[in-house]
Each structure stands twice: as C-alpha cells, then as structure tokens.
C-alpha cells in the first residue's frame, strides 16, 4: 500500500478544553511555578510583593483553565492579560505618587502596597498569558519549562566564576554545614531539570511521574559519584596578557604563540602583552585589552606576618618573564633549564621532588616570606610572590575548587630604593653573552636621544649613577604617560616606539617594554615581568589574599649588583580607568578557610574541628520520614476498609471494594466513566457492572434507603469474592502491601 508523504504540520490552536490536563499534573505544575515565581522575586521584590506574586502564580493556573473551558478566543485572554500587566505597573505608580492618600499608613506600607499591587497582577497576567498559549498550542510547553529553569539561573547567577559566597543567604546556610556550595548547587541544576520536564507533561498517572522522578534522582546521584573530583573549569580572561593556559591555546590555534612548551607563553598574545614568538608581520595585539567581570584566578595564604611599611603597597606574583630581544620585540628565554639566562624564575610545576630555581637574590638585602598558592584557573606556569626560591607541593584541600597547590618560599626586597643608589646595574661577573642578553635593544636611536632629553635634568652629582638614572627615565614615564585601554597601538609595526614618541598614551604593557628600553639604551640590565600585581589595602586583614583576573600585570624589573632583579613599576599619574571593583572580603575570608581544610569556610563554631557530611543523620532522617509516611499510608488504608458510618456504608463499602482492585493497578482510566470501567472489568468482577448501578441510585437520591445501603454493600462483598477468586495469590499479597493504593481510587 503507498502512503503519499506529507509535511509535518506545525502546532496550530485546538479548541478550548482540547488538552485538558489532569488534576494532579495541575497542582503539580502550580506548585513548581510557585516556586519559580519565588525564586525571581526573592531578590528584588518587598514581602509584601512576594507573597502576592507566588497569590498571583498560584491563581494564574486555575483562572486560565476556566477561560479555557469558557471558550474564551486566544486573541481575547492574551490581550486581556497584556492590558492587566500594564495595569500593575500604573496602578502601582499612582500608589507611590498618591501620597496624601497613603500619608496615615506610612511610606513602608505604601512601598509595600505598591509591590503587592505590580507583582501580583503582573505575574498572574504573564503566566496566566502562558498558561493560555500552553492550554490552545502545545508548543509552548516549552515556555514554561524554560521559566522554571531560568529562576534558577537568575538567583544562582552571582555564584558564577567560583564566586560561591553568593548568593549570600544560601551559600552561608551550606557552608555551616560543610557542604560543598558547587555540589549543592549542581544538585539543585539536576532537580530543576528533572521539574521542567514536568512542565512538557499533560497527562500521566501521578505515581508514574514519581517513580520517573526517583529514577532521575538516582541517575543523577551516580553522575555526581562519579565526576567527585573533577573540576568545573571556568573561562577566565586574564586582560590579555595570556597568563591562562586557555588564553595561551588559543592564541596558538591563531599562529600568535610559538612559544617552548607551556612554560614558555607569548607576552603579547593579548591586548596586555608584548613578547609573542609569532612571525614577523603578525599584529602582536588584540582589539581590546581584554573583558568580562573580574573572575578569581588564584587564592594565597601567607604563612607569616606581612608589613606594608617594609614591604610596600602592593605584591607582585611574576609568572614568567621577558628578557631576550629579538624580531623587534622582548620574547621569553629559549632555554632556562642550566640555570643561567632567566633561571631564576620556575616555569614548571612541583611534583614529587621540590623545585628550587638559580640563585639571583642576596639574602642578606632580602626578607624570606613563605606562601602557599591555590591556582583557581589552570596555568601554563606557577604563579609566585617575587622572588621565588623554591616550590614544594602542596595537599589539595578540594579538589572541585582548586586545580594547582604548592608552597613557595620567596624573597621580598627588604632595603628601600635609595638604598640602591650608587650600585651598579650590571653584574660584572656576568658573561659578555649575558650582557648582550640583558641590554639588547631596538636599533632606533630615538630611544638614546630621548633618554638624553630626559636625563639632562638630573643631578650632576648623580650624572653616571645607574639607580638614579632609571629613577629618572620612571618619573618621566610617570608624569607624562596617561593610562588608557582605549590606545593599543596594534596598527603599529613597533606598538612601544608608538607609544613612547606618539601619544604616550597606553597601559601596563606600553610603560613596561618603553621603560625597559629606555634603561636598557643606558647600559641598565633591565627584563619585563608579567603576572599579577595586588594592591595590600584590598586585603580582608586576614592571612589570605584573592587575586583577581583584573589584577593581571606586565611590569619591568632591573638587575642591581649585590642585590638582584628589582620590581620597578610605572605607575602613571593620569588615567582615564575608574578604581577596580573592591575584592568580596567574605569570598576571599571563605577561600581562605577551605584552603586551610575547614570545609565549612569559616563558617562552624569551631573552625578546627573537621566536619564532615552527616550521610548517616541525614539517611536516618529520611528513613524515619520515609517510615512515618508508610505508617500513615497504611493507616489511612485499613481505616478505609474498615470504615462504617451510619447512612454512608453501602458508599463506604464500595470505595473499600475499589480500594482492592486499586492495589494491584487496576483504577479508572483519565476521562472512563464508571459504567465503561464496570464493563471493561467483567471478566474479572461481573458484580460490578449491578454494583455500579446500584452505587449510582444511592449517591442521586437514596442516600437514606438502608434497603439500598444493604444492596451496595452486598454486592461490594461479591465484587471482593470475585477479586479473591479470579486473582492470583501473590498479586493479591503485593496489593495488600501496597500502601497507596487507595490514593488512585476514583
């Protein structure tokens, strides 16, 4: 037989009452929307406001099967709610403006008034809109799944880029108990999945969604057993100096990065850096300095006392540095493994055995500061406090939250800068190779004839002191430089030279590489550091410090005989960028705490005492619920079957005959009348069909004949024998054990 092929038709409306749904997917579905409703509104609306929006919820669904079974038109109820949705928002204004109306109950009370007037009319007019497209087309079930999960994303959305103290209400309740707030709440994303699906459903058996449920559940429990210890990576944007490890495999995928291996990045993979091994010709810059909200990239325990005073406004983490010129621009150092050329920063993570890098710093003008790193985002290199002398690995207090953990023992310059003055810039024990490396340079002579211009204003007594010469070149950069991240100079074949003879207007990469050659066309060993630079005044007074991706940095450092690389950063007087965001003092005081192995972030009585998820209180909680429920479920049932009362038995005797055939499944299809259920069941109860009937004559008219009482309950014991007779043993004894059985009788 041919069957002509046609195209599938779209969703078109049906009649009013077309797609009925069951009594129970209703109410279920009121319940999720109501807490749906509660959840957007909980953040932005008064008390007041929230109780009458989940009012509003509640109404929306009963009020828009009513339209639908009144044959309302489609076009009718949509305007209707749209006109009523317009209306909460006048009448919620004129409420506010009425003033002298309102003057005797208070301005609390008439704010209150006001949101209980806009969120409870405009939530019953949006989902009572919905609910009608959803009752006349099928297809936009689907909106409704869709603002169910969406309330979940609306308040869980500050708990986005590990920021997981907020929100503040839930993250707090969690971690008291020591859970894990990322566990919590890709348990509450499986949930919520598993409820919107409960909006696709129109009709089903209540004990069937249930179990459909409890089978999620369990699937969902497994999935989570077995991804423990994996961490939810998160996409980080270090302001375009490539310090991630994704920043750097993408700006390989675009031929910017040939670096060696990860340890060697590109500086200018990024709008924030300069030092990209790319072929000559390639635009060493992005459009943009970078974007995004600043996301935590690393968290730091301080093992010792810090002193601002000694040791300066702000703390510099180097990742790797710049030092060899070539191409026209500073690149990483090839090879750094023999300890020479750059050895003293660690490109590699600790494994097994310590790390220690080369010796470049005299301890005796040094203060040893240990630290403990907690990478939050994947890098291609440590990030350490300056200077680094040793890597030792770390325990991973959680392995969800952290993916890299190592101790650094660093040094911090302990001398003031004019303590430095006098000492020469180049070592001379260095090799000549060294030299060249340190000193290398643009051939373009403006750089000398500008560092000249600068320097006549110095101190002839001060005329061949290298420390007073780069103080120099600084405060010129200082003074006359403005930072900006609207100049990146990306269309220049020599982004520095156009910045530094142009219009002097840049950022942190700019001044860096322009300082740097500057010092360096005075015979002043000088390298580019890139990492991150924290102010200390940021800091929540406690041992742990949060660095941000918007803390990202290139800096230049100098070499000062006797001492060591120095930090030597350019901090320009004038910008046009507004002050960073302050650090969530809560968020980095509670990833302080779960770095240190206190689960709960602070949050216990005792911080010391090791909590650990209570499975068996919570198994025995549940299983005394799950008890209490079987009790009462089996109470209810034997109370119906032994339930008599005086002008109700025959009626009671035949809900108690149901009862029994409900035990073992067999019940009232959605929309069979009696009679059909009587007739169908023949086989098996031929009493049935003259039970139905004599049921019927009852409950119309003589619900006070004790001869038609009798009758019923007669028939009732003859439908039960039937049930005994044609029913096999073991199928009787499940239905005896099934305890809700009875709530499907119809």
Request: proline share 6%.
């Amino acid at each position: 037989m041919n069957v002509a092929l046609q195209p599938a038709k779209r969703s078109q409306p049906r009649a009013p009452g077309a797609w009925m749904e069951s009594p129970g997917i209703v109410a279920f579905k009121t319940l999720v929307m109501a807490g749906a409703t509660f959840l957007y509104l909980l953040p932005i609306a008064t008390p007041s406001g929230l109780v009458a929006g989940l009012l509003g919820a509640g109404l929306a669904y009963p009020v828009a099967s009513a339209l639908d079974a009144g044959r309302l038109r489609l076009t009718a109820g949509l305007v209707g709610m749209g006109t009523l949705g317009a209306a909460s928002l006048w009448l919620s204004g004129w409420v506010l403006e009425s003033t002298g109306i309102w003057s005797g109950v208070g301005i609390g009370a008439t704010i209150g008034l006001s949101d209980a007037l806009f969120f409870g009319l405009a939530v019953f007019a949006l989902i009572g809109a919905v609910r009608l497209l959803v009752l006349r087309v099928r297809t936009f079930a689907f909106v409704e799944a869709m603002l169910v999960i969406g309330s979940v994303v609306w308040v869980f959305a500050g708990h986005q880029n590990r920021t997981i103290s907020e929100p503040r209400w839930f993250a707090d309740w969690i971690l008291e108990r020591g859970w894990d707030p990322t566990e919590i709440l890709t348990g509450v994303g499986v949930v919520v999945a598993a409820m919107s699906l409960l909006m696709l459903i129109r009709r089903a058996r209540p004990l069937k969604v249930l179990l459909s449920y409890a089978l999620i559940a369990l699937l969902g429990g497994v999935l989570l057993s077995l991804y423990d210890d994996v961490v939810i990576e998160q996409d980080v944007s270090s302001n375009g100096l490539g310090l991630t490890k994704q920043e750097q495999e993408e700006s390989k995928e675009q031929g910017q990065g040939q670096g060696q291996g990860q340890g060697q990045g590109q500086g200018q993979a990024g709008g924030d850096g300069e030092g990209s091994q790319g072929p000559p010709g390639d635009d060493p810059y992005k459009d943009s300095y970078g974007g995004g909200e600043p996301s935590p990239v690393a968290l730091v325990v301080m093992r010792d006392d810090y002193d601002d005073s000694i040791q300066g406004p702000v703390l510099y983490f180097r990742q790797q540095v710049l030092s060899r010129y070539a191409e026209g621009r500073l690149q990483p150092t090839v090879d750094t493994s023999d300890g020479g050329l750059d050895g003293d920063v660690l490109s590699q993570f600790p494994r097994d055995e310590p790390l220690v890098a080369a010796r470049s710093q005299e301890r005796e003008h040094h203060l040893e500061f240990p630290t403990t790193m907690h990478l939050l985002v994947d890098h291609p290199q440590p990030v350490a406090l300056t200077h680094a002398e040793r890597l030792t690995l770390a325990k991973n207090p959680n392995p969800r939250m952290f993916v890299a953990n190592y101790h650094v023992d660093s040094l911090r310059l302990g001398l003031p800068y004019d303590r430095l003055v006098g000492r020469d810039t180049v070592d001379p024990s260095w090799p000549e190779a060294t030299r060249r490396h340190y000193l290398g340079h643009p051939d373009d002579p403006r750089y000398g004839a500008l560092a000249d211009i600068i320097l006549r204003d110095l101190d002839p007594r001060f005329f061949d002191d290298d420390m007073m010469t780069a103080l120099m070149l600084k405060r010129y950069l200082e003074k006359n430089g403005f930072y900006t991240l609207k100049e990146t100079h990306k269309d220049s074949s020599d982004p520095t030279a156009s910045f530094l003879f142009g219009s002097l207007r840049g950022y942190c990469v700019h001044f860096a590489h322009a300082a740097a050659f500057l010092l360096r066309s005075q015979g002043i060993a000088a390298r580019v550091a890139l990492g991150y630079a924290v102010q200390t005044h940021k800091r929540s007074g406690g041992s742990s410090l949060l660095i941000m991706s918007s803390d990202a940095h290139a800096w230049p450092e100098i070499y000062v005989a006797g001492v060591g690389w120095v930090t030597f950063d350019i901090y320009p007087e004038a910008s046009d960028q507004p002050p960073r965001p302050p650090v969530d003092r809560n968020l980095e005081s509670m990833l302080g705490e779960i770095a240190r192995d206190d689960t709960t972030g602070g949050k216990s009585a005792d911080p010391d005492a090791a909590f650990v998820m209570p499975w068996r209180s919570i198994a025995l909680t549940l299983l005394s619920l799950l008890a209490a429920a079987l009790a009462l479920a089996y109470a209810i049932k034997f109370a119906r079957r032994l339930q008599t009362s005086a002008g109700r038995e025959g009626i009671l005797a035949f809900r108690a005959a149901l009862d029994r055939l409900a035990d073992i499944g067999i019940r009232r299809r959605f929309g069979e009348s009696r009679e059909r259920f009587a007739q169908r069941l023949a086989p098996l109860a031929p009493s049935l069909k003259p039970l139905t009937a004599a049921h019927l004559q009852v409950a119309l008219g003589g619900a006070a004949d004790r001869d038609a009482h009798a009758e019923v309950a007669r028939l009732s014991r003859s439908v039960i024998r039937e049930y005994k007779d044609n029913t096999r043993l073991w199928k009787r004894t499940l239905g005896a054990l099934n305890p809700i059985g009875w709530w499907f009788t119809r």
